[in-house]
């Protein structure tokens, strides 16, 4: 099992670039979640899919930042344009579709906007 | 609303030293709990998970013990090690109409142990 792969690792750009972030789920999860973590708000939850579907996306800063979920195997996250405070590490998760099942992360994209 | 509280960091303890990081919550229904660790540079990993009360997790050590009377999800350690120092974040986790369900994070514990 490869787990949940995100990329890139790292991303600097430039204050009004789009930005888009990529996650590959663990196979047979149908469930998939886009976090971001920094230092002073802790971890968000931004975004939740299930089944492809987005069910929940209260946690979406603004209107720059939006999410696809085209098939079971791949997301994105992407945000246009970008601004130095979005700088933060994004984190994708995955899980089955059950109130007790774990969720099981990537190991981030550390995004920094200058 | 459902929430997760935990004790604030940063931790400090000696390597053997005994822990106790400190969670509780609030929820509507019946929450499955879960504690995650994050070491520097990577994703949050489950450690430990209890799906109804007065169930034990426990993993490499460390332990959790759900209790409904206090809403509290305390995790404990016997004697910690070096390598333990890291982030620990306790979770719950509820089930809605529509067959999904809903992962509330605490802030998260730093944890430092040193020799």
């Known amino acids: 099992d490869a787990g949940v792969i995100q990329s890139p690792r790292h991303e600097v750009t430039e204050m009004g670039q789009e930005v888009t972030l990529r996650c590959k789920p663990i196979?047979?999860?149908?469930?998939l979640f886009w976090y971001r973590q920094t230092m002073m708000r802790g971890l968000e939850l931004l975004i939740y899919?299930?089944?492809?579907?987005?069910?929940?996306d209260s946690g979406m800063p603004e209107d720059r930042f939006s999410a696809k979920m085209p098939n079971a195997s791949f997301s994105t996250l992407k945000i246009q344009p970008s601004e130095p405070r979005d700088s933060a590490v994004y984190f994708c998760?995955?899980?089955?579709?059950?109130?007790?099942?774990?969720?099981?992360f990537g190991n981030g994209t550390r995004l920094t906007v200058t | 609303g459902d929430s997760v509280t935990q004790m604030e960091g940063p931790v400090t303890l000696s390597e053997e030293a005994f822990l106790t990081i400190n969670c509780t919550y609030t929820?509507?229904?019946?929450?499955?709990l879960f504690w995650y660790v994050q070491y520097p540079g990577e994703g949050l990993q489950l450690l430990l998970k209890?799906?109804?009360?007065?169930d034990k997790g426990s993993n490499k050590g460390f332990e959790a013990t759900y209790r409904k009377e206090t809403t509290s999800f305390h995790l404990e350690k016997g004697s910690v090690q070096v390598s333990d120092s890291a982030v620990y974040f306790c979770a719950l986790s509820l089930s809605f109409s529509g067959g999904y369900n809903k992962l509330i994070f605490g802030a998260g514990t730093r944890l430092a142990v040193h020799p």
């Open positions: 998760a995955s899980s089955r579709s059950s109130y007790n099942s774990p969720l099981h």
């Open positions: 899919f299930n089944n492809n579907v987005p069910i929940d």
């Open positions: 929820a509507t229904g019946y929450p499955s």
């Open positions: 209890a799906t109804k009360a007065d």
């Open positions: 196979s047979g999860h149908n469930s």
